[in-house]
């Protein structure tokens, strides 16, 4: 369903939530650094609002369209970027490019494949970095002068060179890149809310424009509007950020044996993903490229895949634009929200606690098929605790943070039923509005008339549908164990006071 990228990240900027970080593998979280760690002066900063940014950024479907790029199943601009890529220094491949069935185009093996064997070997050369030499030299010198970040200086690099058609040396490339992203980037404000209302992706959308276009509004502000001839307003707008964010956002790889780089790697990012494949992208130092090394052995025909990372079926449709089958996900989670009682006497106490370690009311954390992380017990443990344990509230706030290194495998047995059934409700809670959500999505498009408008509404419902049903299942598995866990506690209990209540009797 969606093109190829490699590992990258899941949130233009760290998330809200600290718990997203949870479950990922050192291959799957990039961002932007930190202003002590990355740059000197001067930081990216966002400054518009979640409603402005998506009213902004929505795609209707009068929008004109991106210049460069092509249509996102063009065999020939793939073909044309292979043959680019061989003259350039890419050596004999055992893939070529074909249209498949996952994916709209794919690698596919054109000769037998072993079993760890290593493929690809793109030199560094035809690897998009941030030190990359700009086809406009004056221009790239400014934004670095500017202390620009990686990513939207990587974002302004790719517009930049796209704008110069064939005269760029990356023009071959370009034109195999998608004109329009399968990307939650593409999805209006009123499509987000209609049809993600239950899961809580949709709030992380919302933050990913709004960081999206706080970034080109600061770009603008600070350096576009006092550089008008290196940064026409009618190349480096809206239309071509949100491009360039949805192709770094489903295409950036980062390199650790190339000291952790960020980089767009041609002709590798024609690769899709398999979530039972562990394979990643790396540099190699003895043979000087780009490869990775199968898993698993492809015979002529078969499509090869790569692994985007371990990441859920929410995090691969906010990024790459596609949800697996459900139940083929082993990576697949749910964000569960879970808030403190206003009616609790020690709310402001608690509230306290949580904010003291960066935590807040809400907050998500991450349900598994397997279970849920220490972090929410601690937290339910929290809210389940009555007056008489304030004494212990820092330390349940503390274990509810990842950023603690207090252990956090407390447990308040004279609590556990309470946190237990707290966090049934909550799930109960979030299976009612997926429900609710699954219940009307076959109504949800009788008001469409144009037939373009109804195809595009109908392929993000059934993305949604597909979600929901996947973020449900995980959901109704955490509901059963909950229920068998405060049935086994109740039952414990219940046979403790009869023994009681028998030696009682026996000693009268």
Excluded at 8 to 34: E, G, N, V
Excluded at 253 to 276: I, K, Q, T, Y
Aim: proline share 6%.
């Amino acid at each position: 369903m969606a093109e190829a990228s490699i590992v990258l990240q899941s949130a233009l900027f760290p998330t809200l939530s600290p718990f997203h970080k949870l479950h990922r593998d050192q291959h799957s979280t990039l961002s932007f650094p930190s202003p002590a760690v990355a740059r000197r002066r001067q930081v990216v900063h966002c400054s518009v609002s979640a409603g402005e940014a998506m009213r902004r950024a929505s795609v209707e479907e009068d929008s004109p369209e991106i210049s460069w790029g092509c249509e996102v199943d063009s065999v020939e601009n793939a073909t044309s970027l292979q043959r680019w890529l061989s003259d350039s220094g890419l050596p004999p491949q055992k893939m070529a490019i074909d249209k498949v069935s996952i994916g709209e185009r794919g690698l596919v093996a054109s000769k037998n494949i072993r079993k760890g064997e290593k493929l690809l070997f793109v030199p560094p050369s035809l690897v998009i970095t941030s030190d990359s030499k700009w086809s406009k030299p004056e221009a790239g010198e400014l934004m670095k002068r500017y202390d620009v970040p990686d990513w939207p200086l990587l974002a302004t690099y790719l517009i930049s060179e796209a704008s110069l058609g064939n005269d760029s040396v990356w023009y071959n490339y370009i034109s195999a890149l998608p004109r329009q992203p399968y990307s939650l980037l593409y999805w209006t404000r009123a499509e987000l809310d209609r049809y993600l209302e239950a899961s809580q992706i949709r709030e992380r959308a919302i933050e990913r424009v709004t960081n999206v276009l706080g970034t080109y509004d600061d770009l603008r502000s600070r350096i576009f509007s006092k550089h008008p001839l290196l940064f026409p307003e009618e190349v480096f707008n809206v239309e071509t950020f949100i491009w360039s964010f949805g192709i770094l956002f489903s295409r950036l790889v980062r390199l650790p044996s190339m000291d952790g780089r960020f980089a767009l790697v041609p002709w590798a990012d024609m690769l899709n993903h398999n979530c039972e494949v562990k394979t990643f992208l790396d540099y190699d130092k003895s043979s000087k490229g780009v490869v990775f090394t199968t898993d698993r052995p492809y015979q002529p025909g078969e499509q090869v895949f790569i692994s985007y990372g371990n990441k859920s079926n929410g995090e691969l449709l906010l990024s790459y634009g596609f949800v697996p089958g459900e139940g083929t996900n082993p990576s697949d989670s749910v964000e569960l929200s879970v808030s403190l009682r206003k009616t609790d006497k020690c709310y402001k106490e608690k509230l306290d606690a949580l904010r003291k370690h960066g935590l807040t009311t809400p907050q998500c954390f991450p349900i598994r098929v397997t279970g849920w992380p220490l972090e929410l017990m601690a937290y339910a443990y929290l809210v389940a605790s009555p007056s008489d344990m304030r004494n212990r509230f820092d330390e349940m706030a503390a274990a509810a943070s990842n950023k603690s290194t207090t252990k956090k495998d407390i447990k308040f047995p004279e609590i556990e039923e309470e946190a237990l059934q707290f966090i049934l409700d909550s799930c109960e809670a979030s299976i009612s509005k997926y429900s609710k959500f699954l219940q009307a999505s076959g109504s949800m498009d009788l008001d469409i008339t144009s037939p373009k408008q109804l195809n595009r509404r109908v392929f993000l419902k059934q993305l949604a549908v597909d979600l929901c049903n996947s973020e449900r299942r995980i959901l109704y598995r955490a509901q059963y164990i909950l229920r068998r866990r405060l049935r086994d506690i109740r039952s414990g209990e219940l046979k403790a006071l009869r023994l009681f209540n028998g030696l009682r009797n026996l000693f009268k």
